[in-house]
């Protein structure tokens, strides 16, 4: 994989979808981070069914952390890991209030000391709440770096640094959401569709399906 080839994939990706952005439902900073809270080992379709009907009844710091733990339980208790993920977000809450005032944070040390907030988290909400550019590197994102010789690594963090050294700088604020949803609908795990991928020439897979 090369600099002209990289560039190229980029192209193409924007050319058919000028502004990717998360299947996430949110309205604010602090909405996005609990979604992707949520999100950890479950589907974006599951998480926004959930959310659609907390954020109804509870969409701040304030209101979620007087729902208390087992209040925000019933509405997360169809997510997997939910009585630990409400445990987190309702710490989260408290912390948002007494440390920043009940807003989202927009750096990544304070975001990090925040409970269930890791490193892939901040990096999404850096990216899609703040504009910055971040490479959040999920298990579709490190299939993708990987699969195509993008950016090949043996750790997610491996490939973040060489994704926000490779990615060409015009294309990197919107590269995340991009590499995502392509591997999401089309470079899937156990059978990527080589047949419909735009980007099928450029990639070095030895096992392309065409």
């Given at each position: 994989m090369n600099p002209a080839k990289r560039r190229e994939i980029f192209e193409r990706l924007k050319a058919a979808n000028p502004a990717p952005t998360?299947?996430?439902?949110?309205?604010?900073?602090?909405?996005?981070?609990?979604?992707?809270?949520?999100?950890?080992?479950?589907?974006?379709?599951?998480?926004?069914?959930?959310?659609?009907?907390?954020?109804?009844?509870?969409?701040?710091p304030e209101k979620i952390?007087?729902?208390?733990?087992?209040?925000?339980?019933?509405?997360?208790?169809?997510i997997g890991?939910?009585?630990?993920?409400?445990?987190?977000?309702?710490?989260?809450?408290?912390?948002?209030?007494?440390?920043?005032?009940?807003?989202?944070?927009?750096?990544?040390?304070?975001?990090?000391a925040l409970p269930g907030v890791g490193r892939k988290t901040a990096n999404v909400v850096l990216n899609t709440a703040f504009g910055q550019a971040t490479m959040a590197v999920d298990t579709h994102i490190f299939r993708v770096?990987?699969?195509?010789?993008?950016?090949?690594?043996?750790?997610?963090?491996?490939?973040?640094?060489?994704l926000l050294r490779f990615v060409p700088r015009e294309f990197l604020q919107d590269a995340h959401h991009w590499l995502i949803l392509h591997g999401r609908y089309v470079c899937r795990a156990r059978?990527?569709?080589?047949?419909?991928?735009?980007?099928?020439?450029l990639c070095d897979y030895k096992e392309k399906n065409l």
């Amino acid at each position: 994989m090369n600099p002209a080839k990289r560039r190229e994939i980029f192209e193409r990706l924007k050319a058919a979808n000028p502004a990717p952005t998360t299947e996430l439902e949110y309205a604010s900073p602090f909405q996005l981070l609990v979604a992707v809270v949520l999100s950890a080992q479950a589907t974006d379709r599951s998480v926004n069914i959930a959310t659609r009907r907390l954020y109804a009844q509870a969409d701040t710091p304030e209101k979620i952390l007087a729902l208390g733990e087992n209040g925000l339980a019933e509405y997360i208790k169809s997510i997997g890991l939910f009585r630990s993920k409400a445990r987190h977000i309702i710490q989260t809450c408290r912390l948002l209030i007494e440390r920043h005032g009940g807003s989202v944070p927009a750096d990544r040390a304070s975001l990090e000391a925040l409970p269930g907030v890791g490193r892939k988290t901040a990096n999404v909400v850096l990216n899609t709440a703040f504009g910055q550019a971040t490479m959040a590197v999920d298990t579709h994102i490190f299939r993708v770096a990987n699969r195509t010789g993008l950016a090949p690594g043996k750790t997610p963090l491996e490939v973040e640094r060489k994704l926000l050294r490779f990615v060409p700088r015009e294309f990197l604020q919107d590269a995340h959401h991009w590499l995502i949803l392509h591997g999401r609908y089309v470079c899937r795990a156990r059978k990527p569709c080589c047949g419909r991928c735009l980007i099928a020439d450029l990639c070095d897979y030895k096992e392309k399906n065409l």
